[in-house]
């Protein structure tokens, strides 16, 4: 087994920096094009580096803040908002330059001693991270500050030893992204195919249709409104209690925190009844802040409170449904969101009006819409099951625990995918 040595952050680095001082870089500076500036926005909870979402600033203003410039392979770190943010700019990067925000500090590696992606990896496990939180300076606003990070201890191995931990957990992450990407298209496709069938109503044969007036505008002659209640059986949350939640137990429970990740890591023992159990593939809705809206991939759960649970009952399918819901939520989402704290009750999904198709329209619409969701909801699962084998392995691979080269990830894949 390699031997591991703890270092300072500075002793493997060339440079540790922050971004601008003061008002040297603010709003003001922004512009549509040119250098971006790499904000908390760019560093996911996950193990992407985001490259959108960005502001920039000219190349003039980039150039009078040379020093605070980041490059691709540099490991940056937040210094103050959210405290334990870590992410690594991509080799391939499309930006060969980048401004740092005020609120982040970036270090660049002495390569001949550390791996970039390695760094990223030993920050980001989660008592590195917690470590790191806990020597921010609390007076006034939290933050960490540069002498904090350059004196930040993390155990490092040989440089082969450590690009041999990059490369398992690269591989976990890029089927994860991979996986991400395909999701994206099959959502893509599945939209457009209920846009074009049932709000552009060109569904095939609809040449011969005749359009009518609705209190939702023209729809096609035979088709119907109905509410929500009529054609789904909508189920409200549980106020489970709190302290009894934990990372094992009976029942996974669904915050709304949860619902865009398709996975949680609470547990509990209590159990309310069934009606407050979902299932894969129950579309669910976040009914405080931005009301996420997810089909959810991971099997028996717990509805935890302002978690809304929605099944077809009537002619549309599961795909459908949830299709059809993604208008009148967001529409409520833009009316409340912005006026006090944003609740979503049941009165307002009272009020979702649907455009009901014939049934046999309806069936042939279910056939090909089940079809991508089914193979959405697997691919959903499998990131859940690959973000699950990185986690467990993170901790151990970037501290020693495991010998990396004694592990077959081949096999490991091929367990999680089998589960």
């Not at 007076?139 to 082969?160: C, D, S, W, Y």
Request: aromatic fraction near 8%; proline fraction near 6%.
């Amino acid at each position: 087994m390699s031997e591991w040595h703890e270092v300072s952050i500075a002793a493997i680095a060339k440079t540790v920096a922050g971004g601008p001082f003061g008002s040297s870089l603010g709003r003001k500076d922004y512009v549509a094009h040119g250098v971006p500036v790499i904000r908390g926005a760019q560093l996911s909870s996950d193990a992407r580096f985001r490259l959108d979402d960005f502001v920039f600033v000219t190349e003039e203003k980039a150039e009078r803040h040379r020093g605070n410039l980041a490059y691709p392979g540099d490991v940056i770190v937040t210094q103050r908002g959210t405290l334990g943010q870590v992410g690594m700019i991509p080799w391939d990067c499309p930006y060969p330059r980048l401004l740092l925000s005020q609120s982040q500090m970036k270090v660049t590696l002495d390569r001949s001693f550390a791996d970039p992606h390695f760094l990223f990896y030993a920050l980001a496990e989660p008592g590195n991270r917690q470590r790191l939180i806990e020597h921010a300076i609390t007076a006034g606003v939290p933050h960490i500050n540069l002498a904090t990070l350059r004196e930040f201890m993390v155990k490092v191995p040989n440089l082969q030893t450590q690009q041999a931990c990059v490369s398992v957990l690269s591989a976990i992450d890029d089927l994860i992204e991979n996986n991400r990407r395909r999701i994206a298209l099959l959502e893509q496709m599945a939209q457009a195919i209920y846009r074009e069938w049932f709000v552009r109503f060109r569904y095939p044969g609809h040449e011969d249709d005749e359009l009518v007036d609705s209190p939702l505008g023209p729809i096609p002659a035979g088709w119907q409104l109905s509410p929500l209640f009529d054609e789904a059986e909508v189920s409200f949350g549980f106020p489970l209690k709190s302290q009894g939640f934990g990372p094992s137990g009976a029942l996974p429970v669904i915050r709304i925190r949860d619902i865009p990740k398709g996975s949680t890591s609470t547990h509990t023992d209590e159990f309310p009844g069934e009606r407050y159990v979902v299932d894969t593939g129950d579309s669910l809705i976040g009914m405080d802040g931005d009301f996420h809206m997810s089909r959810w991939p991971a099997g028996r759960a717990l509805l935890n409170q302002r978690v809304a649970r929605v099944r077809p009952t009537g002619c549309l399918g599961a795909e459908a449904l949830h299709w059809a819901l993604q208008a009148p939520i967001k529409e409520w989402n833009q009316r409340i969101v912005g006026t006090t704290v944003a609740h979503l009750g049941k009165r307002h999904l009272e009020e979702i009006e649907l455009v009901v198709p014939l049934r046999d329209k309806a069936q042939e619409l279910n056939r090909t819409l089940d079809s991508l969701g089914v193979l959405s909801l697997e691919l959903r699962r499998l990131v859940v099951l690959l973000e699950s084998l990185r986690d467990l392995l993170l901790p151990k691979l970037v501290t020693g625990a495991i010998d990396v080269s004694h592990l077959d990830l081949d096999a490991m894949l091929a367990d999680e995918s089998a589960g």
